[in-house]
């Protein structure tokens, strides 16, 4: 494998520079103070990301105080107490993207958030007690016992929340096989999964970076060369 800090150097030359690089990276996460966020904040992202996948999130972004009203502000409790006609209703509801299928992941989810807060204390402690180190193992139960949380779409509401998430985009993907990891083009195998999950942990050992961070650099590091600007527009503050 190449050496990580190679391919640092590539993408900080492909910025501008080892600051403008550092400017793209974001904060660094903290996977203890997710334990804090409540559910209905952890809800609330959750349903986001849904919405979002596969939409222009600005969009989603624009309307998300109306999908606060139209969902009850994602009160887990409140949502599951809601009868049928609640749920029917919204599919008509011009304050959201109105696409049943990602309408009946909130309640879904709601559900899947109430059974692990009750078994946690709560699914932002759920989330800060898994291991940093087992990404894959927590995308894996997230894709299992949750609805329309698996792919990238879970990766991006870890990271949303602040854990400590890498995402697998096309670019990051591409970069791990031009450094010599042996994955398919668009690695979704459990055995591909676990490779960039040790890589990824052993470059995290190496340079003291979050995992977070390293994802950001290798996609940084090769394809289409984005602005700077272009960047921070498309990243925001996640």
Known sequence: MVDFQKIRLRAA???????????????????????EIADDRILSV?????????????????KWPGFEEAFLHFEPK?????PDDFWHDLTADQRIVRNPQKIKSVRDNAAFVERVSKEHG????FLAEWPDDDQVGLMAYLGKHGSRLGGNTGQYFLRWLGWDAFVISGDM?????????????????KKDLDKIQKQVNQWATETGLPRRHISRILAMSIGDNHSPEALREYMGDD
């Open 13 to 35: 030359k492909r910025k501008g520079g080892e600051a403008e690089l550092s400017s793209l990276l974001g904060p660094a996460p903290d996977n203890a103070a997710v334990a």
């Open 46 to 62: 959750m349903a986001e990301r849904v919405f979002a996948a596969g939409f222009v999130w600005r969009v989603i972004e624009q």
């Open 78 to 82: 409140r949502l599951l107490f809601q």
């Open 122 to 125: 709560g699914f932002g402690k």
């Open 173 to 189: 993907a591409a970069a791990l096989r031009d450094a010599g990891l042996d994955i398919a083009e668009s690695p979704s195998s």
